[in-house]
């Protein structure tokens, strides 16, 4: 075998995340364990004339700001997206073992793929307001880089000091997922040793309205936001806006050995696909074809069985959707009924961070293996009847559980009938490397 | 309003870009912006627009281009308030 064919294993050895339910990586497992929901009532949706008045906002103090960013960088500063972005990316980098130095050499072995879907959206208005008043010189120098999509790497980029690719991909709410898989394949080929991968997204009205405005958020819960994010509940009226961001450091499993790191679990495979907008497939809705094609495509690529999975951190939006998603995980894998693995959404506590969503999932998914449990469902005490007829209802665990997880696999689906899957398996220390 | 009073009021304007805290500790009437005080590039149009809110004044093209130093900004400035 030569270099070129050597495939890397690749693992997880640093997380960061600020989520709606908890900013930093003690307050949100807490948070998931315990079931605290993030979802609040906001009175500028409100008084903007939204539907859907509640959402997911992460709290961040001024004094925390401080602990990331520089007062310089934060002159002229308006982006929540590139905020929670830079505080998850550099947390996920220092829980890794690495230093954040500015006066570091590049290090060419290490990158960075975080996604976003728009960025700075408030600070683009800012913009587009000065630009109509005739005030285009007033925007400064921080307009440009706040709103480019890859605001978010740049930063992160230059604060970390990375020299090998650093970049943002975009897939709306596949994004996160995708960036994992994207560095993964890095990593995988010998391109990089260490890749930062995440995504985030703006706490902002501009970012929910058009949403709002296609009838898809709830608008049922408004006096009672906890209640309102529902996955797989009879009762789920639409998804419930959040925000948010959640980074990984991927690693090759010879780097993170030779570093003695802390290994949170492996990245065993996975699969990125799109239905085409065929067969079903819309711009907004899945071709579950090619949803089951995911699924079955990232277990060939992970080389596990379907029977292998023990648990499932699904998409599962609490939109209509839902059940669908459900029928394409028993198809995919085969199974049903009480076969079925145990499935939750982390919905139902953060509501739906949209480009954020699948990389706060992922790491929700990687602390259930590192500590070995299955976060509560909350807000579904109610199963759809749809969901109770393809699979056992106590695969869908309202009050956190204990359990030995070896797989889990989890998904994320995205307008534009794009699709992704990652397989995750829990890092056992006797496998040196030369087994596989 | 003085040379002095001016720079004065530059030197508190400047300070948050300042990379360069020695320079910035010395800063006089010959000091350069980009060399003595390492301010990035791209932050001097954010000075130039703290420097049209302080000084209520407005600065065209061709002056910003001169305002690469203390000296030069005092000039532009005193220019343009007595326009």
Redesign the interface.
Same mark, same amino acid.
């Given at each position: 075998m030569n270099s070129a064919e050597v495939k890397n294993r690749v693992v997880i050895t640093g997380l960061g995340v600020v989520a709606p339910n908890g900013v930093g990586l003690p307050a949100f497992t807490n948070a998931i364990k315990t079931g605290i929901s993030g979802i609040t009532y906001h009175q500028d949706l409100k008084d903007k004339g939204f539907s859907c008045c509640i959402g997911g906002i992460p709290t961040v103090s001024e004094e925390k700001k401080l602990e990331y960013l520089t007062?310089?960088q934060l /002159?002229?500063f308006n982006s929540t997206s590139i905020l929670y972005g830079c505080m998850a990316g550099i947390d996920a980098w220092k829980d890794a073992g690495f230093s954040v130095d500015e006066n570091s050499s590049p290090d060419y072995d290490s990158g960075l793929i975080f996604g976003t879907g728009t960025s700075g959206i408030e600070k683009f208005r800012d913009a587009i307001y000065k630009i109509d008043a005739q005030q285009v /010189?007033?925007l400064?120098?921080?307009s440009v880089v706040q709103t480019m999509a890859s605001g978010i790497s740049a930063y992160l980029g230059g604060i970390l000091g990375f020299g090998n690719q650093v970049t943002t991909n975009s897939s709306a709410c596949t994004t996160g997922t995708e960036a994992l898989l994207l560095g993964f394949e890095r990593i995988k080929a010998g391109k990089a040793k260490r890749m930062l991968v995440g995504s985030s997204s703006d706490s902002s009205l501009y970012t929910w309205g058009g949403f709002d405005a296609m009838r898809v958020m709830s608008y049922k819960h408004n006096e009672t936001p906890e209640k309102g994010s529902r996955p797989m509940s009879a009762t789920a009226a639409g998804f419930v806006p959040g925000s948010g961001a959640g980074a990984m450091v991927l690693e090759s499993l010879e780097s993170a050995l030779k570093r003695k790191a802390t290994i949170y679990a492996e990245v065993l495979g996975g699969n990125i696909n799109s239905g085409g907008q065929r067969n079903g497939g819309t711009l907004t809705a899945p071709n579950s074809e090619a949803v089951q094609k995911c699924i079955t495509n990232a277990l060939l690529d992970a080389d596990v069985t379907p029977a292998a999975i023990d648990v499932i951190n699904g998409h599962l939006t609490a939109t209509s959707k839902d059940s669908l998603e459900i029928e394409n995980w028993t198809k995919a894998l085969g199974r049903k009924g009480s076969d079925f693995p145990y499935i939750n959404s982390l919905k139902s506590m953060i509501g739906h961070c949209l480009a954020a969503s699948g990389a706060v999932e992922c790491v929700a998914a990687v602390l259930q293996i590192k500590e070995q449990f299955v976060f509560p469902n909350i807000n579904c005490e109610d199963v759809h009847s749809e969901i109770t007829a393809l699979i056992a209802t106590d695969k869908i665990p309202t009050k956190m559980i204990k359990k030995d997880i070896t797989i889990l696999a989890k998904a994320s689906f995205g307008f534009g009938d794009v699709n992704g899957c990652v397989i995750f398996k829990k890092y056992e220390e006797s496998l040196t490397g030369l087994d596989r | 309003m003085t040379k002095e009073e001016i720079i004065s009021k530059l030197t508190t304007l400047v300070k948050?870009?300042v990379q360069n805290e020695e320079g910035f500790k010395n800063m006089n009437e010959d000091t350069d912006f980009i060399n003595d005080l390492e301010i990035n590039s791209?932050?001097l149009?954010?000075i130039i627009?703290d420097v049209e809110d302080e000084f209520k004044v407005e600065i065209d093209n061709d002056s910003m281009e001169k305002m690469l130093s203390v000296k030069a900004t005092v000039l532009v400035i005193q220019e343009k308030m007595n326009a």
């Amino acid at each position: 075998m030569n270099s070129a064919e050597v495939k890397n294993r690749v693992v997880i050895t640093g997380l960061g995340v600020v989520a709606p339910n908890g900013v930093g990586l003690p307050a949100f497992t807490n948070a998931i364990k315990t079931g605290i929901s993030g979802i609040t009532y906001h009175q500028d949706l409100k008084d903007k004339g939204f539907s859907c008045c509640i959402g997911g906002i992460p709290t961040v103090s001024e004094e925390k700001k401080l602990e990331y960013l520089t007062p310089l960088q934060l /002159r002229g500063f308006n982006s929540t997206s590139i905020l929670y972005g830079c505080m998850a990316g550099i947390d996920a980098w220092k829980d890794a073992g690495f230093s954040v130095d500015e006066n570091s050499s590049p290090d060419y072995d290490s990158g960075l793929i975080f996604g976003t879907g728009t960025s700075g959206i408030e600070k683009f208005r800012d913009a587009i307001y000065k630009i109509d008043a005739q005030q285009v /010189r007033r925007l400064g120098s921080t307009s440009v880089v706040q709103t480019m999509a890859s605001g978010i790497s740049a930063y992160l980029g230059g604060i970390l000091g990375f020299g090998n690719q650093v970049t943002t991909n975009s897939s709306a709410c596949t994004t996160g997922t995708e960036a994992l898989l994207l560095g993964f394949e890095r990593i995988k080929a010998g391109k990089a040793k260490r890749m930062l991968v995440g995504s985030s997204s703006d706490s902002s009205l501009y970012t929910w309205g058009g949403f709002d405005a296609m009838r898809v958020m709830s608008y049922k819960h408004n006096e009672t936001p906890e209640k309102g994010s529902r996955p797989m509940s009879a009762t789920a009226a639409g998804f419930v806006p959040g925000s948010g961001a959640g980074a990984m450091v991927l690693e090759s499993l010879e780097s993170a050995l030779k570093r003695k790191a802390t290994i949170y679990a492996e990245v065993l495979g996975g699969n990125i696909n799109s239905g085409g907008q065929r067969n079903g497939g819309t711009l907004t809705a899945p071709n579950s074809e090619a949803v089951q094609k995911c699924i079955t495509n990232a277990l060939l690529d992970a080389d596990v069985t379907p029977a292998a999975i023990d648990v499932i951190n699904g998409h599962l939006t609490a939109t209509s959707k839902d059940s669908l998603e459900i029928e394409n995980w028993t198809k995919a894998l085969g199974r049903k009924g009480s076969d079925f693995p145990y499935i939750n959404s982390l919905k139902s506590m953060i509501g739906h961070c949209l480009a954020a969503s699948g990389a706060v999932e992922c790491v929700a998914a990687v602390l259930q293996i590192k500590e070995q449990f299955v976060f509560p469902n909350i807000n579904c005490e109610d199963v759809h009847s749809e969901i109770t007829a393809l699979i056992a209802t106590d695969k869908i665990p309202t009050k956190m559980i204990k359990k030995d997880i070896t797989i889990l696999a989890k998904a994320s689906f995205g307008f534009g009938d794009v699709n992704g899957c990652v397989i995750f398996k829990k890092y056992e220390e006797s496998l040196t490397g030369l087994d596989r | 309003m003085t040379k002095e009073e001016i720079i004065s009021k530059l030197t508190t304007l400047v300070k948050p870009y300042v990379q360069n805290e020695e320079g910035f500790k010395n800063m006089n009437e010959d000091t350069d912006f980009i060399n003595d005080l390492e301010i990035n590039s791209a932050n001097l149009v954010d000075i130039i627009l703290d420097v049209e809110d302080e000084f209520k004044v407005e600065i065209d093209n061709d002056s910003m281009e001169k305002m690469l130093s203390v000296k030069a900004t005092v000039l532009v400035i005193q220019e343009k308030m007595n326009a």
